[in-house]
Every structure is written in structure tokens, then in C-alpha cells.
């Protein structure tokens, strides 16, 4: 009868119709999670890692002596020329800070959302932010030429007894910078707090257990303790959250205020956000999608995480390819012949192929193979797809800046831009910077919150099910 109760197969079928997808598989417990992720830490790093990190180390070391042949030859050792005033430099600050901007966004926005899924992924997003901001940080000090000035970027007056010139854009980004690096460390450390007290009461060496001590700050997992730090992680997401929106705005308006064609637009500070969010999520896949299969992590990355990370690459992707067209429209619908001209160029002058292949290929249509399901958790795919989008992305960003200042509006003055060996190589130093401080993470601190994947999966514990004077009074399972 259609009235008649149901019976209980008929209500198990349907709460497991209705049920949730688990972020962890095959029903890993708490001291599962624990010993795969802290196992990590405490083994001894295997010969790969120490390949990798000798390569990445030695990359960075040249990087960072192409800096300091920079710094005492002068910028005249880069291919900048007139008009091209800005090139790698910039572009590689732009670059970089984009790929920062996924770290807060899988912190502190979808912590705020309440979306449990960003806890297998949010340490190591929000440990590549801060490798990317200090790869980015190194740009705005060199490119301004007289390094030893760079102090008078510091919001204090200097020894002439003057302010700094906060009109100047180069002034707003080094707030917009030191202010996102800053909140970002506060948030990133204070989630480490539970998993560093971890480590400490797993240490078997006097060295670990007290280091791992000092930075856990006395925790002891007592109701008190998590109070203050659910507390202080709420504040500390509620103030990161506007920083995914104000910086990388800032960073347009370097552009957006000049009357330089295809600059002065004011499309640029959301075109911009969402690029540094698709880009930065392709970073992250870049990322932990060797690290997932490395260490057999498949069990805490799923596939659910990967699908639900291509869907939100192929959301902003739409972003920017929508952003694109908009650019063109106005360029025609206008009527301004250097704009016009400026777009023209763009596809047709010398820097075509960036454009068709950097723009185009890889930021528009490489993302719209995540419309398939099965490309979504095809890991390969996927892998493919993010390489794609971090080279369109460095593509997007030499195309704005180069391509804005070889044409200049006077014919008698443009000239191409070729970057010298210093350019190319100390871009190459910031990738490798950038991978030794990622595989110093790994090695050295959990790469996943455990004490946030167990909040976020209480049916993992042994006990969920049993009524509470059941329960053994040991407690504190979560951080163990």
C-alpha cells in the first residue's frame, strides 16, 4: 500500500541513496590517518626526495646568483628595452602571487562555507601560498633597479624626513603582498598547532620531541585548547577571506590605472582574481597528484577531491575565457583605434603564438575537457590540464605586459623584447626555490591536517557509533 510504512532495508537503502560520499575510503580509522600521514615525517626521506631536492636546490642557488649579477651589474643585464620597460619581472611577480591565491581559497572561503572536502588539501595549498608569495616577493625588489633603495618601500619616513609615494603602484603592492603573507603564515600555523602536538607525543628522538614541543605551543588537546583554536581559526578566515579579493585586485590596478590600450580596462581586478584562482588550483593539482600516488595517499585525496578541484578549475577557466571576449568586444565595440589595434596585434603580431597557444589552448579549451566525468577522474587528464593551465597562465600575463609596451602609439619606437640568459634564469631559480621550500614541507611537517580530516570524519572513529558512557575515558583520539 502506498501509506504503509517503510520497513527498514527500505529506509537503509535510501539513507545510503541519500548519503554523503566519505572523504576518506575503504573506512580508514583515526590511527590509520595518523600513522600514513605522520609516517611521512618520521621515516627517513627516501632516495627520490633527496634526487629532487639536491636538483631543485642547485636551480634555486643559480637563480639566486643570477639575482645577485643583477643587483650588482644593473637591470640592463635583463632584455628590457624601450618601450618595453616591464617585462619577465613583472610578469613572474603576477604569476606568482596568482598562484597563491588557491591556498586562502580552499583555507579560508570554503572553511567558511563549511565545505569538509578542503581538509585533505588545505595544508599544502596553504604551504604553497606562502613558498609562491616569497618567489613573488623577490620581483618588486629588483625590478625597481637600485636594490639598496628598495627600504624606502617601508610605510615609515625616511632619513630626507618624506613619505613614500602611496599613489605609486609599486607602494601598493608591497602592502597588498606583506599584508596577504602575513595573514596566510597566521592561518597556515595555526592550523599546524593540533598535528605538531602530534608529532611531539609520536617523537622518539630528544631533538624532535623538543622542537616539535616549542612550536606546539603546550597543546594538550583539552576542550580549552580546541575553543581558543576554533575560535582563533574562525577570525583568521573571516580576515583572509577579503584578501582573495583585495590583492590580486591591487595587483590589476598597476594596469587598470594607466591609459596604456588593452590596459586600462575595468575588467581587470575580477578577471585577474579569478585567474589567480584557476591558475592557482592547477598549481595545487600540479602539486598533489604526485605526492597522492608517492605516498599512497588515495585513500585521503579521492577521487571526489580531484573531481570536485577540475570543477571548480573549469568554473574560473570560464571566467577568463568569458573575460577575453569581453576584451575584444570593447576593443571593437569602442571605436578606438589603438585599442583596436592593440587586440589585433595581439592575435596577429609577432607574439601570436602566445596568444593562440598560451590563451587560448591553455586557459579556454584544455579546461572544457572537465565537462566529461570521466576526464574529471582520469588523473592523467587532469595532471595534463593543470600543466596546461599554469603555462597559459604565464602565457596571459607576458601577453598583457609585453604585449601592451612593444607597440607603442609612436611606430619610430617599437622594438621586441628578447629576455637574456639572467631574465630566463632567475625565473627558472623562483620554480626552483619554490619546489625545494614545498619539498622541505613534506619532509618535515604533515602535508595533510589531520586533526581537520578527523573533525571532518567523525564515522572514522571506532567509537561513533557507541553511546557516550560507552566510550573509553582516554579520549582525545582526535589528536592522537
Not at 585533505?120 to 613558498?131: D, H, P, Q, Y
Not at 625588489?141 to 605609486?168: D, K, T
Request: hydrophobic letters at 50%; proline letters at 5%.
Amino acid at each position: 500500500m502506498d501509506g504503509a510504512p517503510a520497513t527498514a532495508p527500505e529506509l537503509e537503502q535510501a539513507r545510503q541513496q541519500i548519503a554523503h560520499v566519505p572523504l576518506v575510503l575503504n573506512r580508514r580509522n583515526f590511527n590509520w590517518l595518523t600513522q600514513r600521514i605522520s609516517g611521512v615525517v618520521e621515516q627517513p626521506a627516501p632516495r627520490w626526495w633527496w634526487v629532487c631536492f639536491m636538483t631543485t636546490a642547485s636551480i634555486a642557488t643559480f637563480g639566486l646568483f643570477c639575482i645577485g649579477y643583477l643587483i650588482s651589474t644593473g637591470v640592463g643585464t635583463w632584455g628590457n628595452n624601450i618601450p618595453v620597460g616591464w617585462a619577465w619581472g613583472i610578469t613572474n611577480f603576477v604569476f606568482w602571487i596568482g598562484i597563491g591565491h588557491a591556498g586562502t581559497l580552499i583555507s579560508a572561503i570554503l572553511y567558511l562555507l563549511r565545505q569538509k572536502w578542503r581538509t585533505s588539501i588545505n595544508r599544502s595549498a596553504e604551504a604553497m601560498t606562502l613558498f609562491a608569495v616569497i618567489c613573488a616577493a623577490i620581483f618588486p625588489g629588483i625590478h625597481v633597479g637600485r636594490f639598496w633603495m628598495a627600504w624606502y618601500l617601508a610605510p615609515i619616513p625616511n632619513n630626507w624626513a618624506i613619505w613614500q609615494n602611496f599613489r605609486s603602484a609599486l607602494m601598493w603592492d608591497v602592502f597588498a603582498v606583506s599584508t596577504y603573507f602575513t595573514v596566510s603564515v597566521l592561518f597556515w600555523y595555526t592550523g599546524l598547532v593540533p598535528d605538531l602536538a602530534s608529532l611531539r607525543d609520536r617523537a622518539t628522538t630528544r631533538v624532535r620531541k623538543f622542537l616539535f614541543g616549542v612550536f606546539a605551543l603546550g597543546w594538550r588537546g583539552s576542550n580549552r585548547n580546541w575553543r581558543h583554536y576554533e575560535m582563533a581559526y574562525l577570525l583568521l578566515a573571516g580576515l583572509s577571506t577579503p584578501l582573495v579579493l583585495s590583492v590580486h585586485s591591487v595587483v590589476s590596478f598597476d594596469f587598470a590605472s594607466t591609459v596604456l590600450p588593452t590596459w586600462h580596462t575595468t575588467i581587470f581586478p575580477p578577471y585577474f582574481v579569478a585567474g589567480a584562482i584557476f591558475g592557482g588550483f592547477a598549481m595545487v593539482l600540479t602539486l598533489l597528484l604526485p605526492a597522492r600516488a608517492i605516498f599512497k595517499l588515495q585513500d585521503i585525496i579521492t577521487p571526489q577531491h580531484v573531481d570536485k578541484m577540475a570543477k571548480i578549475i573549469l568554473l574560473t577557466g570560464s571566467f577568463v575565457a568569458y573575460a577575453y571576449s569581453m576584451e575584444f568586444f570593447i576593443a571593437w565595440y569602442s571605436g578606438d583605434h589603438y585599442e583596436r589595434f592593440a587586440f589585433w596585434n595581439r592575435i596577429f603580431g609577432p607574439y601570436w603564438w602566445y596568444w593562440w597557444f598560451g590563451m587560448l589552448f591553455c586557459n579556454c579549451l584544455s579546461p572544457q575537457l572537465f565537462w566529461f566525468r570521466w576526464c574529471r577522474r582520469n588523473v592523467l587528464v587532469v595532471f595534463f590540464v593543470a600543466m596546461c593551465v599554469n603555462a597559459g597562465m604565464w602565457f596571459e600575463r607576458f601577453i598583457i605586459i609585453v604585449g601592451g609596451l612593444h607597440r607603442d602609439f609612436l611606430p619610430s619606437s617599437w622594438r621586441i623584447f628578447q629576455p637574456s640568459w639572467v631574465d630566463i634564469w632567475t625565473y627558472i631559480g623562483t620554480i626552483g626555490i619554490f619546489t625545494s621550500l614545498f619539498l622541505l614541507f613534506i619532509r618535515f611537517l604533515p602535508m595533510i591536517a589531520m586533526s581537520e580530516v578527523k573533525t571532518a570524519t567523525p564515522e572514522a572513529d571506532p567509537h561513533y557509533d557507541l553511546p557516550p558512557e560507552s566510550i573509553p575515558a582516554a579520549g582525545g583520539e582526535r589528536n592522537r
